[in-house]
């Protein structure tokens, strides 16, 4: 009988670890999605760094909903890659750092 409540258990822990890790990489890869497309709109005129870039052209190019994208920038701004005003997004230098050595390789193209 133990055997089948600890088998039991660690099924459960499995299942919830691997939705754990799902869940987790499609919020990064939107979290990337959303820095690359804002580094290509920042970086049209020069550097990429305290260019604003409005909100919701941001999301039209992103295709994410409204509620996600509201959380991803708030989570980025909180980890200081970006800085979020009412309607304004602008990349830190620190962000800048960040996509070009965590984004930047996986977006480019061979």
Same mark, same amino acid.
């Given at each position: 009988? &133990?055997? %089948?409540?600890?088998?039991? %258990?660690?099924?459960?822990? %499995?299942?919830?670890? @691997?939705?754990?890790?799902?869940?987790? +990489?499609?919020?990064?890869?939107? &979290?990337?999605?959303?820095? +690359?497309?804002?580094? &290509?709109?920042?970086?049209?005129?020069?550097? =990429?760094?305290?260019? =604003?870039?409005?909100?919701?052209?941001?999301? *039209?190019?992103? +295709?994410?909903?409204?509620?996600? $994208?509201?959380?991803?920038? &708030?989570?980025?701004?909180? *980890?200081?890659? @970006? +800085?979020?005003?009412?309607?304004?997004?602008?990349?830190?230098?620190?962000?800048?750092?960040?996509? *070009? $050595?965590?984004?930047? =390789?996986?977006?480019? @193209?061979?």
């Amino acid at each position: 009988m &133990r055997v %089948l409540m600890i088998g039991a %258990l660690a099924i459960i822990t %499995l299942v919830i670890l @691997i939705g754990i890790i799902i869940y987790d +990489h499609k919020v990064l890869a939107k &979290r990337k999605l959303i820095l +690359h497309h804002l580094w &290509r709109i920042a970086s049209t005129t020069g550097d =990429p760094v305290g260019m =604003p870039v409005r909100k919701i052209k941001l999301m *039209e190019v992103c +295709h994410i909903d409204a509620i996600q $994208f509201s959380s991803l920038i &708030r989570k980025l701004s909180n *980890e200081g890659i @970006i +800085h979020s005003a009412q309607d304004v997004i602008n990349l830190t230098d620190y962000g800048k750092q960040h996509y *070009e $050595f965590k984004v930047k =390789p996986e977006y480019i @193209i061979n």
